[in-house]
């Protein structure tokens, strides 16, 4: 069993940058995934950053390559998301996940734990 706790959100401007994170209370295996999915409003919840904790190798969605940063702490059990030139649309709760999936998946319903979420508000 794991726990998720998310932190870092806030109301930002476009083109600021956030640092979100997310500890894991309970094991973290080699081989677990660490996603990072946001909801915006009237949205379907989609994939945006994922990390794998024993190899750290990471995928990201094409609207933020460039501007997010995932990446883990091992020694803190604690995946970080930096958001950097945030934009307008940008906006939506952010969540982490735990996948136990043997291989990536951008899918939702492939990750078993979440995190509560942060609001990230970005304005114009």
């Known amino acids: 069993q794991v726990q998720l706790a998310e932190s870092g959100g806030g109301l930002v401007q476009a083109g600021d940058s956030l640092r979100l994170s997310c500890v894991a209370f309970?094991?973290?295996?080699?081989?677990?995934?660490i996603g990072w999915f946001r909801q915006g409003p009237g949205k379907e919840r989609e994939f945006v950053a994922a990390?794998?904790?024993?190899?750290?190798?990471?995928w990201y969605t094409d609207s933020v390559k460039g501007r997010f940063t995932i990446s883990r702490d091992a020694a803190e059990n604690t995946v970080y998301l930096q958001m950097n030139n945030l934009k307008l649309e940008d906006t939506a709760v952010y969540y982490c996940a735990l996948s136990k999936s043997e291989y990536i998946n951008y899918r939702p319903d492939s990750y078993a734990y979440w995190g509560q979420g942060t609001q990230v508000t970005v304005s114009s």
């Open positions: 990390i794998n904790w024993r190899l750290a190798k990471t």
């Open positions: 309970g094991t973290i295996y080699s081989n677990d995934f």
